[in-house]
């Protein structure tokens, strides 16, 4: 059997003395597209970090078609990596600032394929037209919006035409129209060729459009893997049986504890206090009235 692009068995690692994977096991099969699911803050971008080798499990293992990383040595993982077209989630999007979108996607093209400099600018051109970048082709990529950074890796990650694509966070930043066509771009691209997906995304959308399956990181691990219908069919229940519910306790009603609280009881007592005080002077027959201190 074909070995799986891309593999994680029992990948372990804590961040600022916390556990955030805590023993992910994932297998993204060739040629079928994974969903990775699961609420902000669940690892998803510190597990695609791992999967492409920019960071080392404390335990547990990461495989590129079959083989482990923390076996190869650097220009062993740099050819396993040459299959591997990714976006990952961070500040700048892994663009180079300071050159321009064109340029962004000309320099992959150049370290990547075999293309002449002449087919190199019409790949280029073509991306960018198809991801609506076309006016910002020559913009800096600091220069761009958070969508349109996302669209620029996004055109730098498809062009070359690899086999993998790891797409973390793809709809991050994007308006609805734009990861609607984003979603056709990727589609598009995912049915040419038979190629090996892995995204990271937060819509049911996005995964029914795109996916064949879905795994949902929660608790650091995989609490969930199987079929998009299926898995998406457990998000639709009701929370908290939803899949994709956010981490932690539900919210609790708003009652007034505290501070509130003790200022209340004090209106309460002035109320009844200045009540027994009008009384008295009632029955003194005084004649002055009391107001209520509100
Ligand atoms: N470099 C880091 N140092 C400390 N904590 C980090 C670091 N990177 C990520 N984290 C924490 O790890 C957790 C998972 O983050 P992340 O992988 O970005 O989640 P997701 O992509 O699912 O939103 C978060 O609580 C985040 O604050
Ligand atoms: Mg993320």
């Known amino acids: 059997m074909e070995p799986a692009p ?3 068995r029992g990948v372990h690692r804590a961040l600022a003395g916390r556990p955030v994977l805590a023993g992910v096991d994932l297998v993204v099969p060739a040629g079928a597209t994974v969903a990775l699911m699961g609420p902000s803050g669940a690892g998803k971008t510190t597990l695609v970090r791992h999967l492409l080798g920019l960071q080392v499990p404390e335990s547990g293992e990461v495989l590129l078609a079959g083989r482990p990383v923390k ?5 062993e993982l740099r050819r396993a990596l040459r299959d591997v077209a990714a976006v990952v ?8 600032g300071s050159s321009s979108v064109r340029d962004n996607v000309l320099y992959v093209l150049e370290h990547t394929t075999g293309l002449s400099p002449r087919d190199r600018r019409r790949e280029a051109q073509h991306w960018l037209r198809v991801l609506g970048l076309e006016g910002r082709a020559g913009a800096l990529a600091q220069e761009l919006s958070r969508g349109e950074r996302k669209r620029a ?3 730098r990650a498809l062009a070359p035409g690899k086999p993998v694509l790891v797409l973390d966070d793809l709809e991050g930043g994007l308006d609805p129209v734009r990861t609607a066509l984003v979603c056709d771009v990727v589609a598009d691209h995912l049915r040419e060729g038979r190629r090996t997906c892995l995204l990271t995304t937060h819509s049911t959308e996005v995964a029914q459009r795109l996916a064949d399956r879905v795994a949902v990181l929660s608790g650091g691990r995989i609490a969930h893997e199987g079929p998009v219908g299926e898995v998406l069919a457990l998000a639709a229940a009701p929370a908290p049986a939803s899949v994709l519910a956010p981490v932690g306790p539900p919210p609790v009603a708003a009652t007034p504890t505290g501070r509130p609280r003790l200022v209340l009881l004090l209106l309460v007592l002035l109320v009844v206090l ?4 009008q009384q008295l002077l009632d029955q003194l027959g005084s004649g002055h009235r009391v107001l209520a201190p509100f």
């Open 89 to 96: 989630q961070g500040p700048g999007d892994g663009l180079m």
């Open 274 to 277: 200045a009540l027994i005080a």
């Open 153 to 155: 890796a996004l055109a």
């Open 6 to 8: 891309i593999e994680a």
């Open 71 to 75: 076996a190869m040595s650097d220009s």
